[in-house]
């Protein structure tokens, strides 16, 4: 089943993105207790609650993208995830603030950066 585009955004650009697929990256931060949500600090440095279909058997560790639907409290849905190395040489590779930016750039021109 083709899901379709899914849109990079971080947490501001949630209430906008209602019902829509979206695609957030972040650092998981917590699970909640019933193991079926997790918070993610995304690029714009706020939480974002994620509601898993399933229950959460693996701590996700270092960097998730999130892929789901926001819902209407602006919480995603998550449909998959994947999880991301983030140390190299004991150091952050992963630059937050650039991807930010470039998420801003992507949405204030949509034209150049074309989701469908």
Do not use: W
């Amino acid at each position: 089943m083709d899901k379709g585009a899914k849109i990079r955004c971080n947490s501001q650009m949630l209430p906008k993105l209602k019902g829509k697929r979206v695609c957030l990256l972040g650092r998981v931060t917590n699970i909640d207790k019933s193991q079926r949500a997790c918070y993610i600090v995304s690029s714009d440095e706020k939480s974002v609650k994620v509601i898993m279909k399933d229950q959460i058997l693996n701590y996700p560790k270092n960097i998730c993208e999130i892929y789901g639907m926001v819902d209407v409290n602006c919480n995603i849905i998550c449909d998959s995830f994947t999880c991301l190395d983030d140390v190299e040489d004991g150091h952050e590779a992963f630059d937050f603030s650039t991807y930010d930016q470039a998420i801003n750039l992507a949405h204030n021109f949509p034209n150049f950066y074309v989701t469908k």
